[in-house]
């Protein structure tokens, strides 16, 4: 049953499905790699990168300890070892150059910076822990300037391709202390993540990780206490992804001195909501079980909240999941798509309208009102903020649709899609269960100052394209936007300033956040609350 609006608001004709396109969304998916090698002088930035930049830049050249007389073509070069110094302003003036081409190409980027030379395996290349912490403090400044683009720094730093391992100086002691004055240097909104559970554990505080990395236990809840916010920065890329079930080493297989998968994934679960989660998926030796499947994945990936991938490797799983049909449980992704374009669709957030519900006519108190039913079907969520506003346009005839119209926007500063989670998804007694399922209630108020006539209204979260199909005759905006329905402003009709949104009955798990309206520069807050649990997993109604 539908819930129950107030008067006035009209149940808007929207394409209310998902229609299965792959979408613009750059921030999350598969990757294109690219690599960065970097030295003392002439260096030359990475142009036309991808719009899903997996940036390997190597300063092996800054190490001591780095055999660097073997080229990335197997040539000769006559450096035989690299020289342990400070980064030079030229290498630092590179990479800082490469984010602006990755901004100015409208992509985003995941950053891993390493000693190993051109991130060909190297053992023992990292030089002395001093040196180390000095590169740490010299490339913070840069990372913070550009966390607009950079999606998490994979903290390298240590071993062969900057995954933490074959090397002999590689501590966790060492480790943890790099990451933590990376942590410090660098704003919030930089992710910061390491190559597995146990290393990050490290980071936070933990020492006897195997028994004390369990979310609900007594030792975690004070770490986490202790740690605040900065527990939700910390995380892990996964380059062993779904290789076996312990991931090729990524999670112990002795539970009691190694955290173990589902301690783990408890753990990204709950802390890494706004964290990028990804790696590389692996295809699965001899003798292991087979996890690697977009079926699998189709469940713990809303777990892990898995954000993005890389596309080249590995080859023969990424083939596999091409050439095979999707058998998951999902109503709108059936056995119609490939494995491989499922977990393409749902890699990170994947935002649907599904019900939209505007105010009929804008009165003489100029307040536009509307809600909306929003899902994110996604694995992920959106772990940036981004800015969101409602957008009037002037309803021109048909003989005019190649003439821009008039648009009239409208901020709203508190509008956060950050809080439109995915779904929650559980296994009980060998079933698979969506405990919630994305669906989010937004009711938004805005003040107006609109001239009378009629309207199309859009929402436009700034660079974010949603699942909807295109429903929209015009083509003049430079960002995606979003069609939510018509409406009609009629200066002589008389209405209240305190017209309330009906709101329907909300699970009461989700909590309710209204704000108060008030004038930001002649724009307005929206009034926004999160959703309930009255729809199926494909937004139909019960």
């Not at 100015?104 to 040196?131: A, L, M, Q, S």
């Amino acid at each position: 049953m539908l819930p129950l609006w107030a008067a006035g608001l009209v149940l808007q004709k929207i394409d209310s499905t998902d229609v299965r396109q792959t979408l613009s969304n750059f921030d999350r998916g598969f990757y294109n790699h690219r690599g960065l090698h970097l030295k003392p002088f002439g260096n030359t930035a990475v142009t036309n990168p991808p719009k899903l930049l997996h940036l390997r830049a190597d300063i092996s050249e800054f190490s001591s300890r780095a055999w660097i007389n073997i080229d990335s073509t197997g040539g000769k070069r006559d450096t035989t070892w690299g020289f342990s110094q400070d980064l030079t302003e030229d290498a630092l003036n590179a990479l800082q150059s490469t984010f602006d081409n990755v901004r100015n190409h409208g992509g985003f980027v995941i950053v891993r910076i390493c000693y190993d030379p051109w991130f060909n395996g190297r053992r023992n290349v990292t030089p002395e822990h001093k040196w180390v912490l000095r590169h740490v403090e010299q490339l913070a400044p840069v990372l913070s300037k550009n966390t607009d683009v950079i999606l998490a720094l994979e903290m390298g730093m240590h071993g062969a391709y900057g995954e933490m391992h074959s090397d002999t100086s590689i501590t966790y002691p060492r480790v943890a202390e790099a990451v933590n004055l990376m942590l410090r240097n660098t704003p919030s909104e930089l992710k910061i993540l390491t190559r597995t559970a146990n290393y990050s554990a490290a980071v936070l505080g933990f020492e006897n990780w195997g028994v004390d990395f369990y979310i609900e236990g007594d030792a975690f809840q004070r770490i986490a206490k202790a740690k605040g916010d900065t527990l939700y920065r910390v995380g892990m890329f996964n380059d062993g992804y779904l290789g076996t079930e312990y991931d090729y080493g990524t999670w112990g297989a002795d539970c009691a001195t190694s955290i173990c998968r589902e301690e783990g994934v408890a753990w990204l679960e709950k802390y890494s909501v706004h964290t990028p989660y990804g790696g590389e998926a692996l295809t699965t030796a001899s003798g292991y079980k087979v996890i690697n499947t977009p079926e699998y994945l189709s469940y713990e990936g809303y777990r892990t909240h898995t954000s993005y991938l890389n596309i080249a490797w590995n080859h023969e799983l990424i083939d596999s999941w091409k050439n095979v049909k999707f058998q998951g449980k999902d109503f709108e992704y059936d056995s119609s798509v490939t494995g491989f374009k499922y977990i393409d669709d749902h890699l990170g957030y994947r935002y649907v309208l599904r019900e939209s519900v505007l105010l009929d006519t804008i009165g003489d108190d100029g307040i536009f009102l509307a809600k909306l039913r929003i899902q994110n079907v996604g694995f992920g969520n959106l772990t940036r903020q981004v800015a969101a506003k409602v957008v009037f346009v002037q309803n021109m005839d048909s003989s005019m649709l190649d003439v821009c119209p008039f648009e009239f926007d409208y901020e709203l500063p508190n509008l956060d899609f950050r809080n439109v989670f995915s779904r929650k998804i559980s296994i009980s007694g060998g079933d698979t269960l969506t405990t919630f399922d994305g669906n989010h209630e937004l009711d938004i108020s805005v003040p107006t100052s609109l001239d009378n006539g009629n309207y199309h209204v859009f929402l436009n979260v700034e660079n974010i394209a949603f699942a909807n199909g295109k429903v929209s005759a015009y083509h003049c905006f430079e960002e995606p936007v979003l069609f939510i329905g018509d409406v009609t402003v009629d200066n002589n009709v008389k209405s209240s300033i305190a017209r309330p949104i009906a709101r329907s009955k909300l699970h009461s798990s989700i909590q309710n956040n209204f704000v108060r309206i008030q004038e930001v520069k002649k724009h307005w807050n929206a009034v926004v609350h999160n959703g309930k649990l009255l729809y199926r997993m494909n937004g139909s109604s019960f």
